[in-house]
Antibody, heavy 120, light 110 residues
Framework: QLQLQESGPRLVKPSETLSLTCTVS??????????WGWIRQPPGKGLEWIGS???????YYNPSLKSRVTISVDTSKNQFSLKLSSVTVADTAVFYC????????????WGQGTLVTVSS | QSALTQPASVSGSPGQSITISCTGT?????????VSWYQQHPGKAPKLMIY???KRPSGVSNRFSGSKSGNTASLTVSGLQAEDEADYYC??????????FGGGTKLTVL
């Protein structure tokens, strides 16, 4: 059974860079059928797609976050990572990592999510 | 990149049917038959309920169905049960390998 687990600091200071890693178990991140990505959800609000990465390293980002987001992949560790720079309190959210079928563009597996708080 | 438009809330009594709409544009919902729907209970990760507009993953009740007309996709839940009370989100492919979510709809079972 595929499992995704987010890890990283739960508290980040304003203006700093938020960094999270997603470890994939029960399946290979190097499959040609999937993208791997991040979605966030501010407390009490809706879901926002952040971006995705293919195992080869090709990336796709939400245009509204593109200038601050970097997603990378480490196939040797079966992990992918998120960096969000210049964070503000508005970036406080539960961050989910997820698997996305390339065809038909569907997120089918989610991690449990991790709350990251931006505060001084 | 604006979110897809969903009603903030819908409600229905047990056994009844409800429909949640998801309105986008010709750049997303209207241009692709690639809308998925997710159910999210409090404190939990979203769960895939419908993909490709109307297909159900294995294990999802056939009380859940999806459709699309023009720029609007819809999720119908028939035979409402208490366990259906949750937040529901639509998500559409928006071209160039990007996705766009709706703002979410809170379903209350009266």
């Amino acid at each position: 059974q595929l499992q995704l687990q987010e890890s990283g600091p739960r508290l980040v200071k304003p203006s700093e860079t938020l960094s999270l890693t997603c470890t994939v178990s029960g399946g290979s991140i190097s499959s040609s059928s999937y993208y791997w990505g991040w979605i966030r959800q501010p407390p009490g609000k809706g879901l926002e797609w952040i971006g995705s990465i293919y195992y080869s390293g090709s990336t796709y980002y939400n245009p509204s976050l593109k200038s601050r987001v970097t997603i990378s992949v480490d196939t040797s560790k079966n992990q992918f990572s998120l960096k969000l720079s210049s964070v503000t309190v508005a970036d406080t959210a539960v961050f989910y990592c997820a698997r996305r079928l390339i065809v038909p563009a569907t997120i089918d597996y989610w991690g449990q999510g991790t709350l990251v708080t931006v505060s001084s | 990149q604006s979110a897809l438009t969903q009603p903030a809330s819908v409600s229905g009594s047990p056994g009844q049917s409800i429909t949640i709409s998801c309105t986008g544009t010709s750049s997303d919902v209207g241009n692709y038959n690639l809308v998925s729907w997710y159910q999210q209970h409090p404190g939990k990760a979203p769960k895939l309920m419908i993909y490709e507009g109307s297909k159900r993953p294995s294990g999802v009740s056939n009380r859940f169905s999806g459709s699309k007309s023009g720029n609007t996709a819809s999720l119908t839940v028939s035979g409402l049960q208490a366990e259906d009370e949750a937040d529901y989100y639509c998500c559409s492919y928006a071209g160039s390998s990007t996705l766009r979510f709706g703002g979410g709809t809170k379903l209350t079972v009266l």
